[in-house]
C-alpha cells in the first residue's frame, strides 16, 4: 500500500473527526439550553407532583375526619339517648318515692 495514500486517508478522517467535534463544539450551547429546559421541566414536575402527593394526603386526612365527625355525632345521639332514659327513670324514681312517702304517712296516722 502507498504510504502516501495512507496518510492522506489519516488525514481525511482527521477533518472528519475535527469537523465532527467543531460542529459539536459549536452546539454545546444549543445542547446546554436544551439541557437547561429539560432540568427545568424537571424542576417543575417535581413541584406539582410533590403539590398533588400533599394534596392527596390533605384529602384524605378530611375523609378522616369527616369519619371521626360522623363517629362523634353517633356518640352525642347515644349519649343523649341514654341521658332520656337516665331522666325518665329517674323521674319514676321520685314519683315512686313520692308514692311510697305519702303511703307510709297514711299507714302513720291510722
Known sequence: MNPALNVR??????????????????NVEKVMEMYSKELLEMDRNTVQYM?????????QKDEELNQKDVQLSQKDAQLNQINAQLEQERRQYQETMEK???QLQELQEK
Do not use: S
Open 9 to 26: 486517508k489519516k488525514l481525511i478522517i482527521n477533518k472528519i473527526e475535527l469537523e465532527i467535534v467543531y460542529e459539536m463544539c459549536r
Open 100 to 102: 311510697m312517702q305519702r
Open 51 to 59: 403539590i398533588d402527593e400533599m394534596q392527596e394526603e390533605i384529602n
